[in-house]
């Protein structure tokens, strides 16, 4: 109450003392003219000025919760805090400024983080008088105008927001603005708030998306790695029942070299964690000695993995794939048998292992360089799950004969090793 007798008492002391000054200067510039002639002049003076505070201050009540000396005032300012860096929080208050209700003339200066623009005023009843309106436009406050600043601070970024109109603040001695500037200001911090609130959506979304198409890769890589294990067993097995019945002392030893592969697969089977290049050579080691009980003098197996390399991450499963693919496809169908080499090398942060072997190479019926078969497109799917474009597979013919394939992984392992 006492805000609002503040309020009308300022304007009309405003009104009296320009009255005053203007009779005054009438009658020392007109002797003759009679002075009760400004007597109809401030009482129609003293209902404007009553009616328009009165329309000014019910409107300030419909607006905000409060009526105080800033939400009264023609000129708005406000402070708001955005989480985000600076350019984004300027891209949001500029795009709020330009949408605002019968904005003009938007200025941007993204170098500066600062936007100005002008708004046309518009009478909220549509009820003012002509001659004040004519009063507005040649005191140049016909239009309201916005100025946004943009501070950047440590991660996050400070908006001043002002709101009020083009003439100069003495105007709003006489004149008031049916709170056009404080639904301005209302209006932008609004939008602004409603932007961000959009933006953390959209963000927090994302990071579900992420999180579910992490979920369906940790799936999908489990379900490769269980086809790949399988894949080797049961041909072991199968290879263990034919020596039982043909050489029993063969059949004993494979089944040591089997729990030898076993005692060095069964622990990592449940994760889908790298493993490292040592244990994946052991473990190819005991399928090696196994597959010469089978074929004998038919299969000779080189290795040469320096024992430094043997401590560097390296996928489970994926040497032994390439190793029992070169045996299947090359060597075993071939007459005679032949070479099978394993080289590992290190450079400039990727470690390459290569699977060499001299059987039939690349003939029909022979995979592909696409690889047809599970095994080879496991691993292909495997790698592009765990390391992006940071690994390659290569699959080429070998000289003279047979075919190599090549693994190369960055020596850190994958950028994020999921869990089941």
């Given at each position: 109450?006492?805000?609002?007798?503040?309020?009308?008492?300022?304007?009309?002391?405003?009104?009296?003392?320009?009255?005053?000054l203007?009779?005054?200067?009438?009658?020392?510039?007109?002797?003759?003219?009679?002075?009760w002639?400004?007597?109809?002049?401030?009482?129609?003076?003293?209902?404007y000025?009553?009616?328009?505070?009165?329309s000014?201050?019910?409107?300030?009540?419909?607006?905000?919760?409060?009526?105080?000396?800033?939400?009264?005032?023609?000129?708005?300012?406000?402070?708001?805090?955005?989480?985000?860096?600076?350019?984004?929080?300027?891209?949001?208050?500029?795009?709020?400024?330009?949408?605002?209700?019968?904005?003009?003339?938007?200025?941007?200066?993204?170098?500066s983080?600062?936007?100005?623009?002008?708004?046309?005023?518009?009478?909220?009843?549509?009820?003012a008088?002509?001659?004040?309106e004519?009063?507005?436009?040649?005191?140049?406050?016909?239009?309201?105008?916005?100025f946004?600043?943009?501070?950047?601070?440590?991660?996050t970024?400070?908006?001043?927001?002002?709101?009020?109109?083009?003439?100069r603040?003495?105007c709003?001695?006489?004149?008031?603005?049916?709170?056009?500037?404080?639904?301005?200001a209302?209006?932008l911090?609004?939008?602004?708030?409603?932007?961000?609130?959009e933006?953390?959506?959209?963000?927090?979304?994302?990071?579900?998306?992420?999180a579910?198409?992490?979920?369906?890769?940790?799936?999908?890589l489990?379900?490769?790695?269980?086809?790949?294990?399988?894949?080797?067993?049961?041909?072991?097995l199968?290879?263990?029942?034919?020596?039982i019945?043909?050489?029993?002392?063969?059949?004993?030893?494979?089944?040591?070299?089997?729990?030898?592969?076993?005692?060095?697969?069964?622990?990592?089977?449940?994760?889908n964690?790298?493993?490292?290049?040592?244990?994946?050579?052991?473990?190819?080691?005991?399928?090696?000695?196994?597959?010469?009980?089978?074929?004998?003098?038919?299969?000779?197996?080189?290795?040469?993995?320096?024992p430094?390399?043997?401590?560097?991450?390296?996928?489970?499963m994926?040497?032994?794939?390439?190793?029992?693919?070169?045996?299947?496809?090359?060597?075993?169908?071939?007459?005679?048998?032949?070479?099978?080499?394993?080289?590992?090398?290190?450079?400039?942060?990727?470690?390459s292992?290569?699977?060499?072997?001299?059987?039939?190479?690349?003939q029909?019926g022979?995979?592909?360089?696409?690889?047809?078969?599970?095994?080879?497109?496991?691993?292909?799917?495997?790698?592009?799950?765990?390391?992006?474009?940071?690994?390659?597979?290569?699959?080429?013919?070998?000289?003279?004969?047979?075919?190599?394939?090549?693994?190369?992984?960055?020596?850190?392992?994958?950028?994020?090793t999921p869990h089941?």
């Amino acid at each position: 109450m006492r805000t609002a007798f503040f309020f009308f008492f300022r304007r009309l002391f405003a009104w009296g003392v320009l009255f005053l000054l203007l009779a005054g200067l009438w009658s020392s510039i007109s002797h003759n003219a009679p002075p009760w002639l400004f007597g109809p002049a401030s009482m129609l003076a003293f209902i404007y000025v009553v009616i328009a505070s009165a329309s000014h201050l019910r409107r300030v009540r419909l607006i905000s919760d409060h009526v105080n000396s800033e939400t009264l005032a023609n000129r708005q300012r406000r402070a708001i805090e955005i989480p985000l860096e600076a350019n984004e929080a300027y891209a949001i208050v500029d795009a709020a400024i330009r949408e605002l209700p019968h904005v003009q003339e938007v200025e941007s200066a993204k170098d500066s983080l600062q936007t100005r623009a002008k708004v046309k005023r518009v009478d909220p009843y549509g009820t003012a008088l002509p001659l004040v309106e004519h009063a507005e436009r040649r005191l140049g406050i016909a239009r309201n105008q916005v100025f946004a600043t943009v501070a950047p601070r440590e991660g996050t970024a400070s908006v001043t927001l002002v709101c009020e109109p083009e003439g100069r603040a003495w105007c709003d001695w006489f004149i008031v603005g049916d709170a056009t500037n404080l639904e301005n200001a209302n209006a932008l911090t609004r939008a602004i708030s409603r932007r961000i609130a959009e933006k953390r959506k959209l963000e927090t979304e994302s990071v579900k998306d992420s999180a579910t198409q992490k979920e369906l890769a940790v799936a999908k890589l489990g379900l490769l790695h269980a086809q790949v294990e399988p894949h080797f067993l049961y041909n072991t097995l199968g290879s263990a029942k034919y020596l039982i019945q043909s050489d029993p002392v063969k059949a004993e030893a494979m089944i040591d070299n089997l729990i030898a592969y076993l005692r060095n697969s069964l622990p990592r089977t449940e994760s889908n964690a790298a493993s490292t290049l040592g244990a994946e050579v052991e473990r190819a080691r005991a399928y090696l000695d196994i597959l010469q009980i089978r074929m004998g003098a038919r299969l000779t197996p080189h290795l040469d993995v320096p024992p430094a390399l043997h401590v560097i991450p390296f996928p489970t499963m994926m040497l032994q794939t390439l190793v029992e693919n070169a045996i299947k496809h090359g060597l075993e169908p071939k007459p005679g048998g032949g070479n099978i080499w394993v080289i590992a090398r290190e450079s400039a942060g990727i470690l390459s292992v290569t699977v060499a072997d001299d059987g039939l190479g690349l003939q029909s019926g022979s995979p592909s360089t696409q690889g047809t078969g599970i095994g080879l497109k496991n691993i292909r799917e495997r790698l592009a799950l765990a390391y992006g474009s940071e690994a390659t597979f290569t699959f080429t013919a070998n000289f003279p004969t047979g075919v190599a394939a090549t693994l190369a992984v960055p020596v850190g392992g994958p950028k994020e090793t999921p869990h089941e």
